[in-house]
Protein backbone atom coordinates (compact mmCIF):
# COMPACT_ATOMS: atom_id res chain seq x y z
CA UNK A 1 0.00 0.00 0.00
CA UNK A 2 0.67 3.61 -0.84
CA UNK A 3 2.08 5.36 1.86
CA UNK A 4 -0.57 8.32 1.75
CA UNK A 5 -2.91 5.73 1.45
CA UNK A 6 -1.96 4.29 5.07
CA UNK A 7 -2.02 8.01 5.79
CA UNK A 8 -5.74 8.67 4.81
CA UNK A 9 -6.28 5.29 6.25
CA UNK A 10 -5.06 6.30 9.71
CA UNK A 11 -6.99 9.73 9.53
CA UNK A 12 -10.33 7.86 8.71
CA UNK A 13 -9.10 5.32 12.00
CA UNK A 14 -8.62 8.28 13.91
CA UNK A 15 -12.05 9.71 12.71
CA UNK A 16 -13.33 6.49 14.07
CA UNK A 17 -11.72 6.77 16.86
CA UNK A 18 -13.89 9.75 17.96
CA UNK A 19 -10.49 11.55 18.49
CA UNK A 20 -11.45 14.41 15.42
CA UNK A 21 -14.99 15.13 15.46
CA UNK A 22 -16.98 15.40 12.41
CA UNK A 23 -20.04 16.55 13.33
CA UNK A 24 -20.56 19.72 13.78
CA UNK A 25 -20.41 22.27 15.23
CA UNK A 26 -20.80 21.33 18.90
CA UNK A 27 -23.96 22.67 20.87
CA UNK A 28 -23.08 26.25 22.41
CA UNK A 29 -23.81 24.67 25.42
CA UNK A 30 -21.22 21.76 25.63
CA UNK A 31 -18.24 21.63 28.13
CA UNK A 32 -16.17 20.13 25.52
CA UNK A 33 -15.36 20.71 21.68
CA UNK A 34 -14.93 16.78 21.32
CA UNK A 35 -16.52 14.20 23.97
CA UNK A 36 -13.59 12.12 24.01
CA UNK A 37 -12.43 14.87 26.39
CA UNK A 38 -14.69 13.50 29.22
CA UNK A 39 -14.50 10.03 28.27
CA UNK A 40 -13.65 7.21 30.90
CA UNK A 41 -10.23 7.63 31.84
CA UNK A 42 -9.78 3.75 30.67
CA UNK A 43 -10.92 4.57 27.08
CA UNK A 44 -8.50 7.29 26.92
CA UNK A 45 -5.34 5.53 27.82
CA UNK A 46 -6.44 2.85 25.97
CA UNK A 47 -6.49 5.25 22.78
CA UNK A 48 -3.12 6.92 23.54
CA UNK A 49 -1.49 3.94 23.75
CA UNK A 50 -2.60 2.45 20.47
CA UNK A 51 -2.20 5.82 18.94
CA UNK A 52 1.48 5.73 19.97
CA UNK A 53 2.05 2.30 18.66
CA UNK A 54 0.95 3.44 15.43
CA UNK A 55 3.18 6.44 15.06
CA UNK A 56 6.48 4.73 16.95
CA UNK A 57 5.99 1.75 14.16
CA UNK A 58 5.53 4.12 11.11
CA UNK A 59 8.69 6.27 11.90
CA UNK A 60 10.91 3.26 12.39
CA UNK A 61 9.76 2.18 8.82
CA UNK A 62 9.18 5.25 7.08
CA UNK A 63 12.07 7.52 8.24
CA UNK A 64 15.56 7.05 7.99
CA UNK A 65 16.44 9.04 10.59
CA UNK A 66 14.20 7.53 13.60
CA UNK A 67 15.77 4.28 12.16
CA UNK A 68 19.04 4.94 12.41
CA UNK A 69 18.69 6.75 15.72
CA UNK A 70 16.46 3.92 16.95
CA UNK A 71 18.90 0.95 15.72
CA UNK A 72 21.98 2.97 17.62
CA UNK A 73 20.23 2.28 20.93
CA UNK A 74 19.19 -1.55 20.23
CA UNK A 75 15.17 -0.28 20.22
CA UNK A 76 12.58 -1.75 18.03
CA UNK A 77 8.98 -0.68 17.76
CA UNK A 78 7.81 -3.87 19.29
CA UNK A 79 9.59 -2.94 22.60
CA UNK A 80 7.05 0.01 22.70
CA UNK A 81 3.53 -0.90 24.09
CA UNK A 82 2.26 1.58 26.11
CA UNK A 83 3.17 5.36 27.44
CA UNK A 84 5.11 3.32 30.23
CA UNK A 85 7.68 2.14 27.60
CA UNK A 86 8.67 5.11 26.16
CA UNK A 87 11.56 5.81 28.31
CA UNK A 88 13.31 3.16 25.68
CA UNK A 89 13.65 5.87 23.33
CA UNK A 90 16.35 8.23 23.04
CA UNK A 91 14.97 12.12 23.07
CA UNK A 92 16.15 14.38 20.34
CA UNK A 93 16.50 18.14 19.90
CA UNK A 94 16.34 20.92 17.41
CA UNK A 95 19.76 21.26 16.99
CA UNK A 96 20.27 17.76 15.29
CA UNK A 97 17.01 18.85 13.41
CA UNK A 98 19.19 21.52 11.83
CA UNK A 99 22.19 19.39 11.27
CA UNK A 100 20.29 16.16 9.41
CA UNK A 101 18.68 19.35 7.38
CA UNK A 102 21.98 20.73 6.39
CA UNK A 103 23.60 17.47 6.01
CA UNK A 104 20.68 16.39 3.63
CA UNK A 105 19.06 19.33 2.30
CA UNK A 106 16.06 20.41 1.70
CA UNK A 107 14.44 17.82 4.55
CA UNK A 108 16.84 15.95 6.22
CA UNK A 109 16.28 12.49 6.62
CA UNK A 110 13.70 12.54 8.96
CA UNK A 111 10.89 13.53 6.27
CA UNK A 112 9.14 10.77 4.63
CA UNK A 113 10.42 11.41 1.28
CA UNK A 114 7.36 9.55 -0.65
CA UNK A 115 5.02 11.52 0.97
CA UNK A 116 6.43 14.86 -0.02
CA UNK A 117 4.36 15.27 -3.09
CA UNK A 118 1.27 15.55 -1.25
CA UNK A 119 2.32 18.44 0.86
CA UNK A 120 0.48 21.01 -0.31
CA UNK A 121 2.38 23.84 1.35
CA UNK A 122 6.30 25.01 2.75
CA UNK A 123 6.07 25.88 6.37
CA UNK A 124 9.40 27.23 8.63
CA UNK A 125 9.96 27.44 11.94
CA UNK A 126 9.91 30.90 13.59
CA UNK A 127 13.88 30.99 13.88
CA UNK A 128 13.75 33.09 16.83
CA UNK A 129 16.46 30.29 18.81
CA UNK A 130 18.62 29.73 15.47
CA UNK A 131 18.23 28.84 11.82
CA UNK A 132 14.53 28.07 10.97
CA UNK A 133 13.66 24.43 10.67
CA UNK A 134 11.07 22.46 7.65
CA UNK A 135 7.79 21.83 8.98
CA UNK A 136 5.67 19.62 6.00
CA UNK A 137 2.75 18.62 6.60
CA UNK A 138 0.00 17.00 5.12
CA UNK A 139 -3.61 17.97 4.70
CA UNK A 140 -4.72 14.92 6.49
CA UNK A 141 -2.18 15.36 9.16
CA UNK A 142 -3.19 19.11 9.68
CA UNK A 143 -6.66 17.61 10.26
CA UNK A 144 -5.83 16.33 13.70
CA UNK A 145 -3.36 19.44 14.13
CA UNK A 146 -6.73 21.82 13.84
CA UNK A 147 -8.63 19.60 16.01
CA UNK A 148 -6.34 20.15 18.80
CA UNK A 149 -6.60 23.81 18.31
CA UNK A 150 -10.27 23.82 18.56
CA UNK A 151 -10.34 22.02 21.86
CA UNK A 152 -8.25 24.80 23.01
CA UNK A 153 -10.77 27.41 21.29
CA UNK A 154 -13.40 26.23 22.30
CA UNK A 155 -12.34 25.21 26.15
CA UNK A 156 -11.51 29.59 26.45
CA UNK A 157 -14.93 29.99 25.50
CA UNK A 158 -15.22 31.18 21.85
CA UNK A 159 -18.33 29.24 20.30
CA UNK A 160 -20.70 29.49 17.38
CA UNK A 161 -21.84 32.74 15.44
CA UNK A 162 -18.98 34.53 16.80
CA UNK A 163 -15.37 36.46 15.19
CA UNK A 164 -11.88 35.07 15.92
CA UNK A 165 -9.54 38.14 15.68
CA UNK A 166 -6.07 36.62 14.15
CA UNK A 167 -2.93 38.67 14.69
CA UNK A 168 -0.19 35.86 14.08
CA UNK A 169 2.26 36.92 12.27
CA UNK A 170 2.31 35.08 8.74
CA UNK A 171 6.39 35.32 7.78
CA UNK A 172 8.02 31.73 6.61
CA UNK A 173 4.68 30.31 5.72
CA UNK A 174 3.19 30.48 9.28
CA UNK A 175 0.40 27.80 10.21
CA UNK A 176 -2.55 30.57 9.90
CA UNK A 177 -4.86 28.28 7.71
CA UNK A 178 -4.72 26.02 10.73
CA UNK A 179 -6.40 28.44 12.42
CA UNK A 180 -8.80 29.71 9.51
CA UNK A 181 -9.92 26.21 9.21
CA UNK A 182 -9.97 25.56 13.60
CA UNK A 183 -12.22 28.41 14.03
CA UNK A 184 -14.55 27.63 11.43
CA UNK A 185 -14.85 24.20 12.53
CA UNK A 186 -16.30 26.28 15.97
CA UNK A 187 -18.50 27.83 13.89
CA UNK A 188 -16.27 31.15 14.40
CA UNK A 189 -15.43 33.78 11.23
CA UNK A 190 -12.44 34.14 10.82
CA UNK A 191 -10.33 37.48 10.43
CA UNK A 192 -6.42 38.16 10.21
CA UNK A 193 -5.51 41.48 10.81
CA UNK A 194 -1.92 40.60 11.48
CA UNK A 195 0.50 42.25 14.22
CA UNK A 196 1.59 44.41 11.26
CA UNK A 197 -1.83 45.46 10.12
CA UNK A 198 -2.59 46.39 13.66
CA UNK A 199 1.06 47.96 14.17
CA UNK A 200 0.28 50.16 10.64
CA UNK A 201 -2.39 52.42 12.51
CA UNK A 202 -3.34 50.96 15.55
CA UNK A 203 -5.96 53.55 15.81
CA UNK A 204 -7.59 52.40 12.74
CA UNK A 205 -7.18 48.46 13.57
CA UNK A 206 -8.92 49.24 16.79
CA UNK A 207 -11.98 51.04 15.41
CA UNK A 208 -12.53 47.97 12.92
CA UNK A 209 -12.43 45.77 16.34
CA UNK A 210 -14.80 47.84 17.88
CA UNK A 211 -17.14 47.48 15.16
CA UNK A 212 -16.58 43.58 15.12
CA UNK A 213 -17.67 43.27 18.53
CA UNK A 214 -21.18 44.96 17.63
CA UNK A 215 -21.85 42.51 14.79
CA UNK A 216 -20.18 39.43 15.92
CA UNK A 217 -20.64 37.78 19.95
CA UNK A 218 -18.39 36.54 20.98
CA UNK A 219 -15.71 38.46 19.84
CA UNK A 220 -12.51 36.47 20.47
CA UNK A 221 -8.36 36.92 19.78
CA UNK A 222 -4.87 34.73 21.03
CA UNK A 223 -1.84 37.17 21.32
CA UNK A 224 1.37 37.30 23.63
CA UNK A 225 -0.04 39.38 26.86
CA UNK A 226 2.00 42.18 26.21
CA UNK A 227 0.90 42.58 22.82
CA UNK A 228 -3.15 42.53 24.66
CA UNK A 229 -2.66 44.93 27.72
CA UNK A 230 -0.83 47.56 24.89
CA UNK A 231 -4.36 46.72 22.75
CA UNK A 232 -6.20 47.48 25.54
CA UNK A 233 -4.45 50.86 26.12
CA UNK A 234 -4.94 51.58 22.47
CA UNK A 235 -8.91 51.03 23.28
CA UNK A 236 -8.63 53.03 26.86
CA UNK A 237 -6.91 55.92 24.77
CA UNK A 238 -9.99 56.26 22.15
CA UNK A 239 -12.07 56.36 24.85
CA UNK A 240 -13.73 52.78 24.55
CA UNK A 241 -14.38 49.64 26.50
CA UNK A 242 -12.12 46.65 24.97
CA UNK A 243 -14.70 44.63 22.49
CA UNK A 244 -13.75 40.95 23.47
CA UNK A 245 -15.67 38.41 25.05
CA UNK A 246 -12.71 35.94 24.83
CA UNK A 247 -9.07 36.06 25.41
CA UNK A 248 -6.48 33.31 24.94
CA UNK A 249 -3.22 34.72 25.88
CA UNK A 250 -0.48 32.86 24.88
CA UNK A 251 3.47 32.90 24.16
CA UNK A 252 4.40 34.06 27.76
CA UNK A 253 3.18 31.75 30.75
CA UNK A 254 0.18 34.40 33.18
CA UNK A 255 1.90 34.92 36.48
CA UNK A 256 -1.02 35.70 39.09
CA UNK A 257 0.02 39.28 38.73
CA UNK A 258 -0.18 39.45 35.01
CA UNK A 259 -3.44 38.02 34.40
CA UNK A 260 -4.76 40.46 37.27
CA UNK A 261 -3.68 43.30 35.09
CA UNK A 262 -5.28 41.44 31.90
CA UNK A 263 -8.74 41.75 33.92
CA UNK A 264 -8.17 44.83 35.15
CA UNK A 265 -8.45 45.84 30.79
CA UNK A 266 -10.45 43.33 30.42
CA UNK A 267 -14.39 43.36 31.40
CA UNK A 268 -15.76 40.88 29.69
CA UNK A 269 -14.02 37.78 29.37
CA UNK A 270 -14.63 34.61 32.33
CA UNK A 271 -11.11 34.19 32.15
CA UNK A 272 -7.95 34.27 30.65
CA UNK A 273 -6.16 30.36 29.85
CA UNK A 274 -3.13 29.85 29.70
CA UNK A 275 -1.48 26.70 27.23
CA UNK A 276 1.51 24.90 27.33
CA UNK A 277 2.43 23.29 24.14
CA UNK A 278 4.07 24.74 20.97
CA UNK A 279 4.15 25.04 17.00
CA UNK A 280 4.88 21.30 16.16
CA UNK A 281 2.52 19.30 18.28
CA UNK A 282 -0.74 18.96 20.55
CA UNK A 283 -1.47 21.74 23.44
CA UNK A 284 -2.37 21.58 26.97
CA UNK A 285 -5.35 23.96 28.01
CA UNK A 286 -7.19 25.19 30.83
CA UNK A 287 -10.45 25.47 31.61
CA UNK A 288 -12.16 28.19 32.35
CA UNK A 289 -12.61 27.29 35.88
CA UNK A 290 -8.68 26.67 36.33
CA UNK A 291 -8.57 30.58 34.54
CA UNK A 292 -10.54 31.97 36.58
CA UNK A 293 -9.37 31.00 39.66
CA UNK A 294 -5.58 31.41 38.75
CA UNK A 295 -5.72 27.42 39.63
CA UNK A 296 -3.08 26.41 36.16
CA UNK A 297 -4.78 22.95 35.48
CA UNK A 298 -3.34 22.24 32.02
CA UNK A 299 -5.89 19.26 30.74
CA UNK A 300 -3.56 17.12 28.00
CA UNK A 301 -5.43 16.04 24.76
CA UNK A 302 -3.49 12.46 25.36
CA UNK A 303 -5.23 10.83 21.93
CA UNK A 304 -3.48 13.52 20.10
CA UNK A 305 -0.19 13.57 21.93
CA UNK A 306 1.60 13.00 24.98
CA UNK A 307 4.07 15.00 27.13
CA UNK A 308 6.78 13.82 29.40
CA UNK A 309 9.43 15.50 31.65
CA UNK A 310 12.44 13.87 31.47
CA UNK A 311 16.17 14.88 33.35
CA UNK A 312 18.14 17.20 30.74
CA UNK A 313 20.11 15.45 28.38
CA UNK A 314 18.99 11.89 29.32
CA UNK A 315 15.52 10.00 28.59
CA UNK A 316 14.79 9.37 31.83
CA UNK A 317 11.57 10.76 33.48
CA UNK A 318 11.78 13.27 36.11
CA UNK A 319 10.40 12.16 39.52
CA UNK A 320 7.13 13.59 40.99
CA UNK A 321 7.78 17.02 41.61
CA UNK A 322 11.06 17.85 40.24
CA UNK A 323 11.88 20.11 37.35
CA UNK A 324 12.99 18.53 33.83
CA UNK A 325 12.64 19.24 30.15
CA UNK A 326 9.08 19.33 28.31
CA UNK A 327 9.62 16.17 25.31
CA UNK A 328 6.52 15.74 23.29
CA UNK A 329 5.25 13.21 21.17
CA UNK A 330 3.08 13.74 18.29
CA UNK A 331 0.21 10.87 16.82
CA UNK A 332 -0.57 12.86 14.03
CA UNK A 333 2.67 14.25 11.70
CA UNK A 334 3.31 11.22 9.08
CA UNK A 335 5.39 13.06 6.89
CA UNK A 336 7.68 14.63 9.53
CA UNK A 337 7.07 12.38 12.85
CA UNK A 338 8.12 13.85 16.38
CA UNK A 339 8.57 11.88 18.53
CA UNK A 340 10.32 12.19 21.73
CA UNK A 341 11.21 15.48 20.72
CA UNK A 342 12.39 18.32 23.53
CA UNK A 343 10.62 21.75 23.12
CA UNK A 344 13.58 22.76 25.10
CA UNK A 345 11.47 24.26 27.93
CA UNK A 346 11.66 23.36 31.66
CA UNK A 347 8.72 21.97 32.69
CA UNK A 348 7.60 20.60 36.54
CA UNK A 349 6.53 16.56 36.66
CA UNK A 350 3.23 17.45 38.69
CA UNK A 351 0.28 15.89 37.18
CA UNK A 352 -3.17 14.15 37.68
CA UNK A 353 -4.73 11.36 36.25
CA UNK A 354 -7.90 12.27 38.30
CA UNK A 355 -11.01 13.63 36.32
CA UNK A 356 -10.97 17.75 36.47
CA UNK A 357 -13.82 18.14 39.28
CA UNK A 358 -14.78 21.65 37.91
CA UNK A 359 -14.92 20.54 33.74
CA UNK A 360 -14.60 17.17 33.59
CA UNK A 361 -12.27 16.49 31.25
CA UNK A 362 -10.34 13.49 32.21
CA UNK A 363 -7.32 13.44 30.34
CA UNK A 364 -3.98 13.86 32.60
CA UNK A 365 -3.78 17.39 34.23
CA UNK A 366 -0.66 19.43 34.40
CA UNK A 367 -0.02 21.04 37.59
CA UNK A 368 2.31 23.91 36.76
CA UNK A 369 3.02 26.06 33.74
CA UNK A 370 6.32 26.37 31.58
CA UNK A 371 8.70 28.70 33.70
CA UNK A 372 10.61 29.33 30.85
CA UNK A 373 13.76 27.82 28.26
CA UNK A 374 16.57 25.70 29.58
CA UNK A 375 18.88 28.15 27.84
CA UNK A 376 17.29 30.78 30.74
CA UNK A 377 18.27 29.13 33.53
CA UNK A 378 21.35 31.16 35.33
CA UNK A 379 23.24 30.40 37.96
CA UNK A 380 24.30 33.55 40.86
CA UNK A 381 27.11 32.14 43.07
CA UNK A 382 26.47 28.66 42.28
CA UNK A 383 22.35 29.04 42.77
CA UNK A 384 20.41 27.82 39.22
CA UNK A 385 17.41 30.03 38.95
CA UNK A 386 14.60 30.80 35.92
CA UNK A 387 13.30 34.01 34.87
CA UNK A 388 10.02 32.77 36.10
CA UNK A 389 11.47 32.74 39.81
CA UNK A 390 12.41 36.56 39.79
CA UNK A 391 8.95 37.31 37.67
CA UNK A 392 6.96 35.85 40.27
CA UNK A 393 8.63 38.25 42.76
CA UNK A 394 8.36 41.60 40.72
CA UNK A 395 4.68 40.72 40.73
CA UNK A 396 4.35 41.23 44.35
CA UNK A 397 5.69 44.75 44.37
CA UNK A 398 3.76 47.50 44.67
CA UNK A 399 4.01 49.88 41.22
CA UNK A 400 5.79 47.28 38.59
CA UNK A 401 4.79 47.01 35.14
CA UNK A 402 5.93 43.01 34.73
CA UNK A 403 7.98 44.44 32.19
CA UNK A 404 11.89 43.69 33.17
CA UNK A 405 15.10 42.35 31.49
CA UNK A 406 17.35 40.55 33.19
CA UNK A 407 21.17 40.40 32.19
CA UNK A 408 23.70 37.78 32.14
CA UNK A 409 26.96 38.34 31.92
CA UNK A 410 29.00 34.72 32.87
CA UNK A 411 27.64 31.14 33.30
CA UNK A 412 28.04 31.73 37.17
CA UNK A 413 27.61 35.18 37.83
CA UNK A 414 28.42 37.37 41.28
CA UNK A 415 25.13 39.19 41.47
CA UNK A 416 22.01 39.40 39.29
CA UNK A 417 21.63 42.59 37.22
CA UNK A 418 17.93 43.23 35.95
CA UNK A 419 16.11 46.32 34.48
CA UNK A 420 12.65 46.48 36.03
CA UNK A 421 9.61 49.08 34.68
CA UNK A 422 7.66 50.93 37.78
CA UNK A 423 4.67 53.55 37.30
CA UNK A 424 6.40 55.34 40.28
CA UNK A 425 8.04 58.78 39.89
CA UNK A 426 11.78 58.55 39.76
CA UNK A 427 14.05 58.82 41.29
CA UNK A 428 12.90 57.42 44.59
CA UNK A 429 15.63 56.27 46.27
CA UNK A 430 13.41 54.34 49.27
CA UNK A 431 11.22 52.39 46.32
CA UNK A 432 14.43 51.76 44.66
CA UNK A 433 16.37 49.96 47.42
CA UNK A 434 12.87 48.57 48.41
CA UNK A 435 12.73 46.66 45.35
CA UNK A 436 16.20 45.40 45.38
CA UNK A 437 15.88 44.32 49.11
CA UNK A 438 12.85 42.17 48.18
CA UNK A 439 14.23 40.23 45.30
CA UNK A 440 17.79 39.82 47.26
CA UNK A 441 15.75 38.11 50.37
CA UNK A 442 13.00 35.81 48.40
CA UNK A 443 16.05 35.05 45.60
CA UNK A 444 18.99 34.64 48.51
CA UNK A 445 21.39 36.39 45.83
CA UNK A 446 22.88 39.33 45.34
CA UNK A 447 20.37 41.93 43.11
CA UNK A 448 22.13 44.84 41.35
CA UNK A 449 18.16 46.63 40.45
CA UNK A 450 17.96 48.84 37.90
CA UNK A 451 14.63 50.78 38.05
CA UNK A 452 13.65 52.50 35.16
CA UNK A 453 9.93 54.55 34.17
CA UNK A 454 7.30 52.39 32.05
CA UNK A 455 7.28 52.57 28.81
CA UNK A 456 11.26 52.43 28.40
CA UNK A 457 12.00 48.76 27.98
CA UNK A 458 11.61 48.43 23.94
CA UNK A 459 9.63 46.02 22.62
CA UNK A 460 11.62 42.98 20.69
CA UNK A 461 11.85 42.57 17.05
CA UNK A 462 8.59 41.56 15.90
CA UNK A 463 6.62 43.65 17.74
CA UNK A 464 4.50 41.63 20.03
CA UNK A 465 6.83 40.36 22.92
CA UNK A 466 9.13 42.02 25.78
CA UNK A 467 12.82 40.48 25.56
CA UNK A 468 13.35 39.65 28.85
CA UNK A 469 16.81 37.47 28.87
CA UNK A 470 19.61 39.51 27.86
CA UNK A 471 22.00 36.79 27.40
CA UNK A 472 25.83 37.99 26.84
CA UNK A 473 27.44 34.87 28.63
CA UNK A 474 30.39 33.62 26.52
CA UNK A 475 29.21 30.91 24.20
Given at each position: MAAIDEVRGWLEEFKRDGSIRVDLPPQP??????????????????????????????????????????DEVGVKPEDIKTYDDMEKLPVWRKSQLRADEADYPLFGTRTVKEL?????????????????????????????????????????????????????????????????????????VHYHEEIFGYQADPAASAAFQL???????????????????????????????????????????????????????????????????AYETAIATECLHSAANNLDFFHESEDLSVFEVVKPGTGIRAAPGERGELVITNFFNHVAPFVRFSLEDVFENSFTTEPCPHCGRTGKTWLKPIPGRLKDIFTVRGKELMPWDVELIIGDIPNTTLTYQLIFDDW????????????????????????????????????????????????????????????????
Open positions: NDECFNHIEHAPREHVVELRDKHLRHIVHWAYEKSQFYRKMWLPYVPALYRSTGTTGKPTMHPWLLEDIEALEESRVRWIWSGGSRPGGCFVDFAPVAKGSLVKVMNNAVGRVGLELGKHYNPLCTFMAPEFLIGLAAQFQKMGADPPYDVILPGGTPLSSRLRQQLRSVYKKPKGFPNIIGDMDKLVVKIETTCELPDLNYEKHVSDELENRLNIPVYSEIVPAGTIPIAPGGYKVMKVIDNRPK
